[in-house]
């Protein structure tokens, strides 16, 4: 029985409480946040106590660290939790700043701590079987990835202000995506974008509407496009064209009801956004974690994938604010 | 190249024309209608010689006839073309009474005449490759077989009262189709029906919604179930599970754009009506009349299956009589 | 927070439990069951005392008792649990005798216990959601209700043998759901069957293909079809056509996955049987319980709904074995 | 009744062929090839008489000609015809210049004929609503286009290397179709390729697997993705994602069959290639140009619209040349 620390009681903190809650093999034995009234709550609803960050970090009893506070938090308490020896699960991004992550692979390589960086839908069940399948040779090489993913509504213009640009709030999860679809590391990024969605983001600087064109060495290529807002719910799609098929992952649609009439067939929207959508891949990524803990091999993706996501994203906002395409080295 | 005579220009006899103008090996020579106007209306469009059915039948030069005249003409005319030597087609049903229909079978096999009956759905694509694939054995043993079958709105009561009813103006499509997916001969059926669309119907003593229960003498069962009355389109869907799996014909779509919003995603109404979703299903059924008189070959379904048809929707409106399931011999 | 005792800690015990650990108004307090280490295992994960079934029943501290025994205990424990005043939830069915039935009637009436048969289908999101939109007006009056119901894979025949019947076992489900979405009691029942999954099943009494035809008074026609058997995994649909339109519940795949080659698109399977199809229904069914014994509102579908269906099962059961339909009172 | 003199009777002057022989309101006048073969074949299937094109272009008895020769034929055919006052439909691409399309749209506009460009998939059922329904507003404003275009196999090395490249041969076609659904012009253009598919190709200087980025004055952008090869048939599907929805027009599958096993659901694949995809759209194509004529109105897609998607399509290979976005005026 593992015993984990979580390091953040907001939103994403409270999921992979639910998760962990779930799985026989790992208890949440403390909890922390900047806000005490968030720790109680927590520890209340799951009878871990509620402690503060570094008592988690220096405690001889904690396995494994979850680390779901704000990203600017993220550096420090890596850097603490790997000198303490602990395994650490953190959110993306890692860090906003690719130089800092270079810093924390250090330090987490030297510590040899396991690390899991939180590209959730690495462990969406129509993702992951998509890469399963691919990787089995159903559709042969890799030629060309297409990805879709939307928003239901934008963030408030303040929160696009600190979000490091869509590119890297909202796009690095499509870019992981394509690596992990691709098989092969990006070379070369061109992206453009517009605020079509609300003016107010663009006079904040940043876009809403956005695509991404990505080539690897060997010439294999993918396309995202992006948009702050889908009236249809959260739209989450990807598919992958090889030599010799192609393979999709589609929507999760609400539920699986139709109705007709003379206007046509109507079903659901998609699963509104990522809560819902990803409920699976959450509680899919928390044992991959713990099941690597307990065989004692290394949980993926790790922290060198966090830092290729970041550095395409830098790629992609300088192409946007260059009009030409980026080479990556 | 097959001279043809068209016995009927009404609407069913124009779709025939439009075919036969499609078709390399075969040529309309003639078309004849009881009103004159019908017949030179045709004439003009196909250049065919518009003259009177009995020259059709006599003309040394007419190879088939098609027929698509009134089902009260049926007799008549095929009793006439057989003993002349002409190959036929003819619409369903053959003949209202099963008795005329035997009658029929010694006149037409006593002449030796090819004979198809126009069940025109046994060659909708759609249909056909699903038979193809029983056949193949994709599915294994037949064992349940669904049908679901509805008109987008219900004929005038005036065309109801002299129908002969649901069972065989309506569902005889079914029974066809129930023989030609169960692939063995109906022992018994069971039906049922109300009138729950138009109580004028149910005045002038039909129902405008029913269900069957066929069964065979190994067990298998089949379903059907009709409604004068779909909203959304022509709903023409069957179904059938097998020992290794189940093949289904979905409806045909008026076509294959879909638009999501808030209130999820629309697809387009079902095909309108016949002459649209089966437009495919008549030029195939044509083709293969004609390819077999070239090759020689029997047409089917024959005059048999449609006897075979007419006895089931006889025994289904005896089982709404009575309310208990009624035998075939 | 509400005590509730388990009954039963076999799988679907298992199950409940699972449910009630995530719903945060109720507590599981004491678990029982005729095998020990079935209580112990099941109290070891949650947490609850093991404890026999009458100390549950007798004990002051608990609320409800959720009843997941084998049927032949339904009886006796219903009426002890009655008699202490436990609200009760109990699964279908609720006896195989619709005698006994009408006396826990009289015995649950008169102690005024909540009481909640365990049609779980009706609170699947699919069934419920479509019920609700039939119960808005969207598709105008109920004309046609048509289920299919399909087992991945056929029971030993020694559980047949005790099961009551494909009807009472099986198809008892498709019956309430024919009254969930009829809106209206069944009068007249036709049913009909073959063994043609496994041969023993006919051996020993039963069928294992079947279909039934019910009525309602206002000539409202539902067809249900069952196998034992279904190779693409649980299927579970069902379709409402009516005035305005027509409304469907599809199977739920395994996953939004598809893959094209040149034999076509493949999508996932249906998901695998009961426990993943049905999961969300479970704990949808458990929240309603619960939610309604907080609130002092009735649970639906009562005890009363229980034996409407077993009444059904038990017309469809005779009308298998005289080959005539059945009229209900 | 228009008389129509068709320049060309290989396979698309075939195809246009069948089109008028369906068209009330036209005839087939004459028919011309430099092959005299293949005239006298499409002769004998539709009695128009062979002659020669410059016959064809000076008989005063023709309205208008259907140019479905080889490109390289294109100009003088359209100056020749235009100067005798024809009316024009010309396949694309009108021209491999775009100095010379100019120098025709001269030509064509001080003649004042009807011209209209073939692109044919302007005229697909799927296409065309979706565009109409764009047009009334159902998705609101225009942001994001998406366009999936693959075809089922490559064309042979020779014919690559007289074909002007990818993007003037196959993906002009979806720069059309970006103008249709984007409703703005292009001002910048990024593309890149790789032959993925035959390494012959790319040995030919040309690419078989390409995307590019089309972007608007006032930032809506369009993704384009091209194989040169698709195991699952004729892979043609574009999607619009505007400010109140989304729409999109799907692939048409071989037929409406899905069946199913332990391996899922398998439904048909697409169309297998142009002639069963745009079967309807040649026809509708062709209805339009001769509904056009008979009321005095211009065709449209017209010969500018000729010119703006070949200046895009220099534009994209200027971009893969260059590596750099490229402007267009």
Redo the contacts between chains.
């Keep these: 029985m593992l015993n984990i620390g979580l390091l953040g009681c907001g939103r994403i903190g409270q999921v992979h409480a639910g998760s962990l809650?779930r799985i026989?093999t790992a208890r949440i034995a403390a909890v922390a946040d900047a806000f005490p009234e968030a720790a109680s709550a927590l520890s209340a609803?799951t009878g871990a106590a509620a402690v503060s960050a570094d008592e988690i970090i220096s405690s001889p009893d904690i396995d494994a660290v979850v680390i779901g506070t704000p990203t600017d938090t993220h550096f420090d308490l890596i850097d603490k939790s790997a000198k303490a020896g602990k395994a650490i699960f953190c959110e993306k991004p890692v860090d906003m700043s690719a130089d800092r992550i270079r810093e924390l692979i250090t330090i987490v390589e030297a510590a040899g701590v396991p690390f899991l960086t939180g590209f959730n839908r690495r462990f969406d069940?129509?993702f992951a079987?998509?890469k399963a399948?691919i990787a089995a040779g159903?559709?042969g090489?890799v030629?060309?990835v297409?990805i879709?993913s939307?928003d239901p509504s934008p963030p408030p213009v303040s929160y696009v202000k600190s979000s490091g640009g869509l590119f890297r709030d909202m796009m690095i999860h499509d870019f992981d995506m394509a690596r992990f679809l691709l098989g092969e590391e990006i070379v070369r990024v061109?992206a453009?974008?517009?605020?079509?969605?609300d003016p107010a983001i663009g006079e904040a600087g940043d876009v809403d509407?956005?695509?991404a064109?990505l080539?690897t060495a060997?010439?294999?290529?993918c396309?995202i496009?992006n948009?702050r807002?889908?009236?249809?719910g959260y739209?989450q799609r990807a598919e992958v064209?090889g030599?010799?098929?192609?393979?999709?992952?589609?929507?999760?649609?609400?539920?699986?009801?139709?109705?007709?009439?003379?206007?046509?067939?109507?079903?659901?929207?998609?699963q509104h956004f990522f809560l819902e959508r990803y409920a699976g891949a959450y509680l899919a990524e928390m044992k991959h974690f713990i099941d690597c803990l307990t065989a004692g091999t290394s949980p993926s993706p790790g922290i060198r994938d966090g830092l290729a996501a970041q550095l395409i994203a830098d790629a992609a906002a300088k192409s946007l604010e260059t009009?030409?395409?980026v080479d990556l080295e």
């Design positions: 809650q026989d609803r069940p129509g079987s998509m399948r159903e559709i090489d030629e060309l297409t879709l939307r061109y453009t974008g517009s605020a079509l969605v509407t956005a695509v064109v080539a060997s010439g294999r290529i396309q496009s948009s807002r889908a009236t249809y739209d064209h030599s010799l098929g192609l393979i999709k992952a589609n929507n999760v649609p609400e539920n699986n009801v139709e109705i007709a009439s003379g206007a046509g067939f109507r079903s659901a929207p998609a009009g030409v395409p």
